[in-house]
């Protein structure tokens, strides 16, 4: 599990309000208010992008964007949640930006094979990895956010952009495949 430190968030409020009200050392306490989630925000952006390079030129966007429109930070989502939403939006635009660069120079044959759903990698134990990575891109995304980056179903509803009654239907929706593919594999192992 990958929690924050409870002191970042008891003086986060603070520190965005300070932020948000042009306070002379505003960048450095938004470098304090961003520390704390630099390794959980890096790990999101490996699993959609799957290149460390990648995910640093990504990562670093996001506290770009974050920092430039911090002022629109209202406060009605964790602050964390926030930050995962601008970075899932900018690993989103990276990818169809390599994706547009790939299909200029990849024949229409390749593509074909390639398959239509990219697959988003996570770095967890294998069999789970696995598991994971057999699903459907959404159910990666949700189980991902769910048990490696611990948060609510809340905060996944805020990053994903969904009700929270959604959040909770493709979450169980997520595990139930989970599971269902775990059973078919288990089924193989044993015939084997």
Not at 4 to 16: A, G, H, K, L, P
Not at 81 to 86: G, Q, V
Not at 151 to 171: D, H, Y
Request: proline content about 2%; overall charge negative.
């Amino acid at each position: 599990m990958h929690s924050v430190d409870s002191t970042c968030v008891n003086s986060e409020r603070e520190q965005i309000d300070k932020i948000q009200a042009g306070h002379p050392l505003a960048r450095n306490y938004f470098d304090q208010l961003v520390a704390c989630y630099l390794s959980p925000l890096h790990r999101r952006c490996m699993a959609w992008l799957g290149c460390p390079y990648d995910a640093d030129d990504v990562l670093q966007e996001t506290l770009v964007r974050s920092y430039r429109y911090i002022h629109a930070y209202r406060g009605e989502a964790a602050f964390r949640s926030w930050l995962y939403a601008i970075a899932d939006n900018q690993c989103r635009s990276y990818l169809k930006k390599r994706a547009t660069h790939a299909q200029r120079f990849v024949s229409d044959e390749t593509q074909e094979e390639a398959g239509s759903e990219e697959k988003c990698p996570v770095t967890t134990e294998d069999g789970i990895s696995h598991t994971v990575k057999s699903l459907a891109k959404t159910a990666q995304e949700i189980l991902v956010l769910r048990f490696e980056h611990d948060l609510s179903l809340e905060e996944i509803s805020n990053v994903l952009g969904l009700g929270l009654s959604a959040t909770k239907m493709r979450l169980y929706r997520a595990i139930d495949a989970a599971e269902k593919h775990v059973v078919r594999e288990e089924g193989l192992l044993a015939i084997a």
